[in-house]
């Protein structure tokens, strides 16, 4: 039976879900901006190595592979990014500026940007009216490919909206962007032990449903096999019932 509703339930729900999205978009901006920055950072120490101490190419690939040795799990320290972040640095020399605007772009928005602008009152118009209008990075290719900073003037506005609207291209990209999960440690392991979880809570409640003599013993072991024991682990559930049941 459906329970009656008060009449103003369903804009009390809409307000919610409203207040739930922006709440996201803002958590994702934050990590993606203290991301960017970190970008910001890294290419302006490799910049600044290169000018004062006269770092080659050679030393930027040995830089990469030492970081990816010390955090394997990040996908954005290869030698084509850490020339990404040395540019980027380079296009935004003022830490603060880029903080209150680039920050505000997934880096593949940047990147792009790096790519296709040559002068840094263009990259600074796109930027203010890829956050004003929430463009997604498609979009964004599509308007500095068709010259929209020329056809519309140079003037850069002072634009109203300071974070991008929960329904637009631009937070959904932040939301999704594969650098901030990885930024956070929440790729590809973190989602299969979400996985592993799911499954034994399946597995649990199956061996519920079938009855006494059944029970869950775990999921994960050391295995001897053949004699032989291996020092790795292996995910896997198992259960006992009235017969004893050994791994051989």
Known sequence: MTPVLPADYPQFLTELKTRIRQTQVRAALAVNAELVQLYWHIGHRILRQQQQQGWGAKVVVQLAADLRISFPDLTGFSPRNLRYMKAFAAAWPDEAISQQLAAKLPWFHNCLLLDKTRDATEREWYTRQTIEHGWSRNVLAAQVES????????????????????????????????????????????????????????????????GKGFALVGSQYHLEVGGRTTTSTCSFTTCTCAASLSLT
């Open 147 to 210: 010259g929209l900073y020329h056809r519309q003037g140079r003037a850069i506005s002072n634009f109203t909206r300071t974070l991008p609207a929960p329904q637009s291209e631009l937070a959904q990209q932040v939301l999704k962007d594969p650098y901030t999960f990885d930024f956070l440690s929440l790729g590809p392991q973190a989602q299969e032990r979400d996985l592993e979880r799911g499954l034994l809570a399946h597995v649990r409640a199956f061996l519920l449903e079938l």
